[in-house]
Nanobody, 124 residues
Framework: EVQLVESGGGLVQPGGSLRLSCTTSGYTYRRAWFRQAPGKEREAVAGLYASGGTYYPDTDSVKGRFTISQDNAKNTLYLQMTGLKPEDTAMYYC???????????????????WGQGTQVTVSS
């Protein structure tokens, strides 16, 4: 059974950086990072396929500030976040799909496994 274990959240000042990690115990077709702030819908912030292709939202919400990557030797997915803003405050979730579904990468329904979440708080 594939499991996801997240780490790396915390409190950071505006303009700061954090790196989230998600260790996967088995094969995944694609993985992504989502976030959910209180009272808001869960949104995708970055996606990565097993082939190495990466995806980001078309909006400017995280463009140029967030980078998704993977270390295959460690079976670990990363989300490097720079230039953090108070509006980035949310619970961040790692998601994985162990098989292909005909859904866009940013659709939560495209993933069948979810991590427990790690809190990111951006505040002075």
């Amino acid at each position: 059974e594939v499991q996801l274990v997240e780490s790396g959240g915390g409190l950071v000042q505006p303009g700061g950086s954090l790196r989230l990690s998600c260790t996967t115990s088995g094969y995944t077709y694609r993985r992504a990072w989502f976030r959910q702030a209180p009272g808001k819908e869960r949104e995708a912030v970055a996606g990565l396929y097993a082939s190495g292709g990466t995806y980001y939202p078309d909006t400017d919400s995280v463009k140029g500030r967030f980078t998704i990557s993977q270390d295959n030797a460690k079976n670990t997915l990363y989300l490097q976040m720079t230039g953090l803003k108070p509006e980035d405050t949310a619970m961040y979730y790692c998601a994985a799909a162990t098989y292909s579904r005909p859904l866009n990468w940013y659709s939560a329904s495209a993933y069948n496994l979810w991590g427990q979440g790690t809190q990111v708080t951006v505040s002075s």
